[in-house]
């Protein structure tokens, strides 16, 4: 079974700081990784994926995620917040390497805020 | 270019009601559908999956159900709704073998009172 850890469920940066926010994985397979992010009111939107190749990725706004298998760790990390980066943050793992399905397990999300 | 309609926005429910919650997709063919559910404190969680019209599968027992009449259609349906059904559901597709990537929906925030 696959499952996904989020540490922290409320992080607070100040602008102009780094953003860093944990996701630790368990996966039986290799697993495929994945960040998205839910501005207010709104849908969840891909920031960034890893599907095996480079193991540092990068995504949308600045955002990027290093997979680090011996720590079982995809965390996300922006070198400089910006105000408009107060969201909620989800990791997630697909339970279906290699499949059709593609369902995807969510970690229970870390809402960023950003003071100025 | 592919689109995602979820609607309503917003819901207010009664206890005991019925809800009806529809989701279209636009610019594909045979996509993997799936709702899923976000309760208030908590993470997101899959309700239901689909891989062709009128394949459900549930992954979790509760007073839901979905259905998929048409190929880009998926409908989330209750016959009579709890307290514990209020939550922000979302609406998601997938291409198979996208290796995860889906796309969501705006959501519904579904209040139950």
């Known amino acids: 079974a696959q499952s996904v850890t989020q540490l922290g469920s409320h992080v607070s940066v100040s602008e102009g700081a780094l953003v860093l926010l944990r996701c630790n994985y368990s996966?039986?397979?290799?697993?495929?990784l994945f960040w998205y992010v839910q501005y207010p009111n709104q849908g969840l939107q891909l920031l960034l994926k890893?599907?095996?190749?480079?193991?540092l990725v990068k995504g949308i706004n600045g955002f990027e995620a290093e997979f680090k298998k011996s720590e079982t760790s995809f965390h996300l990390t922006k070198p400089s917040a910006h105000m408009s980066d107060a969201a909620e943050y989800f990791c997630?793992?697909?339970?279906?390497?290699?499949?059709?399905?593609?369902?995807?397990?969510f970690g229970t999300g870390t809402l960023l805020a950003v003071q100025p | 270019s592919q689109t995602i309609h979820q609607w309503p926005a917003t819901l207010v429910q009664p206890v005991g009601s019925p809800l009806s919650l529809e989701c279209t997709v636009e610019g594909t063919s045979n996509p993997n559908l799936y709702w899923y559910r976000q309760a208030a404190g908590r993470g997101l969680q899959l309700l239901f999956y689909s891989v062709g019209i009128g394949q459900i599968s549930s992954e979790v027992p509760q007073n839901l159900s979905a259905s998929r009449p048409q190929d880009r259609q998926f409908i989330l349906s209750s016959k009579k709704l709890l307290l514990s059904d209020s939550g922000f559901y979302l609406c998601?597709?997938?291409?198979?073998?996208?290796?995860?990537?889906?796309?969501f929906g705006s959501g519904t925030q579904l209040s139950v009172l």
């Open positions: 998601a597709w997938s291409v198979g073998g996208s290796a995860g990537r889906g796309f």
């Open positions: 996966s039986s397979v290799p697993p495929y």
């Open positions: 890893y599907t095996s190749a480079a193991t």
């Open positions: 997630a793992v697909s339970t279906n390497y290699g499949g059709a399905t593609n369902k995807l397990i």
